[in-house]
């Protein structure tokens, strides 16, 4: 069973930049598509970018151009580079895969000055 752990979460200025990462456990990453989604206090868990098993990335509109999904299949590892960031960008950020239905705990990021 893929197991996910986020990290790189915390407190960031607007207009700063975060790095979140997320590891899988098993020998099944490479052959996923990996999604990061983030659910903001109030509001449903929302898909923002995916990266498919060929590293082609998709991004919603919310984030395309500010943030950069990205991933390394030697370490089983997905990046979110997040830049510019907007107070509406705080969020509780997970990581998984649809394909799977399997999602890590998440990690908080909040933006405030």
């Known amino acids: 069973q893929v197991q996910f752990v986020e990290s790189g979460g915390g407190l960031v200025q607007p207009g700063g930049s975060l790095r979140l990462s997320c590891t899988a456990s098993g020998n099944m990453f490479r052959h996923l598509d990996m999604d990061w989604y983030r659910q903001a206090p109030g509001k449903q868990r929302e898909l923002i970018a995916r990266v498919t098993k060929g590293g082609d990335p998709i991004y919603t509109e919310a984030v395309k151009g500010r943030f950069t999904i990205s991933r390394d299949n030697g370490k089983d590892t997905v990046y979110l580079e997040m830049n510019n960031l907007k107070v509406e960008d705080t969020a509780v950020y997970y990581c998984?895969?649809?394909?799977?239905?399997?999602w890590g705990p998440g990690t908080e990021v909040t933006v405030s000055s």
């Open positions: 998984g895969s649809m394909t799977i239905r399997a």
